[in-house]
C-alpha cells in the first residue's frame, strides 16, 4: 500500500534536508501535516494490528528520515509500540 499524502511536504523534506540538528523541528512541523489529514493512518494502524507493516524510506541517514518520524507519530497516536 502506498500513501503518497502521508509523506512530508516537499517544502518541509527540502528545509529538513536530514539535518540532524533539525530533527525536532521536523518532527513537529510533519506531525501537525499529519494531523491536519484526520484520519489517513487508519489504513495502516489497521493492519499494524493484524500484521508487521514496513514502511519505507528513500534517505541514506538510517536515524532520521520520514519514516521514524512516522513510526513515533503513530505510536503517540496509538498509545501502542510498534517494533
Do not use: C, S
Amino acid at each position: 500500500m502506498w500513501l503518497k499524502e502521508i509523506a512530508p511536504t516537499g517544502k518541509l523534506r527540502k528545509w529538513f534536508a536530514h539535518d540532524p540538528q533539525k530533527w525536532n523541528e521536523f518532527k513537529k512541523l510533519y506531525f501537525r501535516e499529519l494531523a491536519l489529514e484526520g484520519d489517513i493512518l487508519e489504513p495502516i494502524i489497521t493492519q499494524g494490528k493484524k500484521v508487521n507493516v514496513t514502511l519505507l524510506y528513500g534517505a541514506k541517514d538510517g536515524h532520521f528520515n520520514n519514516a521514524v518520524a512516522l513510526k513515533e507519530y503513530i505510536e503517540l497516536k496509538t498509545g501502542e509500540g510498534w517494533d
